[in-house]
């Protein structure tokens, strides 16, 4: 899996880039150095910590939502996997969507948590894309 840089992980989990610093300066999320020495978090590690922050856990800011957009950025942070179907959790911001497609489509797409990905939402059905340059 991929990892993202702190203004990228920032971004995906809608808060500042200091806030992700401080959190990783504080232990609540880890971080190792990419090859040019810049922080970055790993992507399945993100994926949990976007996940922990969506449902209320204690990765949640506290902030009054006034208005937000976001910009289909989107983490996937959990596929579970049948012989025919694929269900895959994504992660935006504290939104979370859930889309039901088939397994050779998620096996194609390569999706599995911490993989950046797209979502496309109209009405009650969700697309999952994975944007171009991953």
Do not use: Y
């Amino acid at each position: 899996m991929g990892a993202f840089r702190i203004k990228d992980a920032a971004d995906l989990l809608g808060v500042s880039d200091d806030t992700v610093r401080r959190w990783a300066d504080g232990g609540r999320i880890p971080t190792t150095r990419d090859a040019s020495g810049r922080l970055v978090i790993d992507g399945v590690v993100l994926a949990r910590f976007a996940e922990e922050m969506g449902s209320g856990g204690s990765g949640t800011p506290n902030r009054v939502v006034v208005s937000e957009s976001v910009r289909n950025r989107c983490l996937v942070t959990r596929v579970v996997r049948d012989t025919v179907m694929a269900q895959v959790e994504i992660q935006s911001g504290p939104h979370r969507f859930v889309s039901l497609l088939s397994r050779e489509a998620a096996d194609d797409l390569g999706l599995e948590p911490g993989v950046l990905a797209v979502a496309a939402v109209k009405a009650t059905n969700v697309s999952v894309e994975i944007p171009r340059g991953r």
